[in-house]
């Protein structure tokens, strides 16, 4: 099997035929229209540490989890007249517990409309969050119904060096992403993105190696209409 970037670490099975094998196993239940649900072990992906959660959503805001020094809020930036975004915590599909987060993003003509979670705010002044203690992130993630194709979510970080309320860069913007976008399908499956697996695009200046210790937020950018469930952000060791 090919080494790939991200590591799918999720399976989609049957399930009469694992809840026969392990009682522990935990089904999430289906809601009509929702992404559809893998079986999972509930001890198998638990943080950490409490404080490595980024957002589980399950306050019911868009404001992360306020936990590891960081008190920031999702973000979402559409170019006026060119794209909307919306972006809430919503019960009506989750991965996890009782909230999920819930993305979407229409009308894009230009530049798409990307969404930050932002670890420290306010967002326009670039305050750093210090994540050298981890390698990565990770989270679930599935697309509802109105996304329209390729069905893929760009991620990735932001840093002081890439943002423009730090007054470094001279063309910002060019965050570090994983090249080829993460696909995305109708059920729930969790990822991990490696920080020493993100590059910038090449676009933007200036071009340099990322730093762990000056991250502003996690970046995702789609540039077509999308429709995005989120869920169990947290930092991985």
Known sequence: MKNVSLRLLAFVVAAPALASCDPALNLIQVAPGCPDMP???PAEYQPASDEAVIDDFEDGDMRLAQLGGRDGTWVGFGTPGQATVFGEASDRCVAHG???GHLTGV???SYGGNWNGVLIDPFAQAVPFDARSYSGFSFWVATGADAVAPLEMPIGVMTRDTSGGAGICTSCGDYYGWKNGIPLTRTWTRW???FDEMRQSGRGQPQVL???D???SIMIWPMNTYDIWIDDVRFEP
Do not use: A, E, I, N
Request: a positive charge; proline letters at 0%.
């Open 214 to 216: 000056q991250l502003v």
């Open 107 to 109: 009308q894009f003509m």
């Open 39 to 41: 079986l999972r072990g």
């Open 210 to 212: 990322l730093r762990k």
């Open 192 to 194: 991990v993105v490696k």
């Open 98 to 100: 009782t909230h999920s």
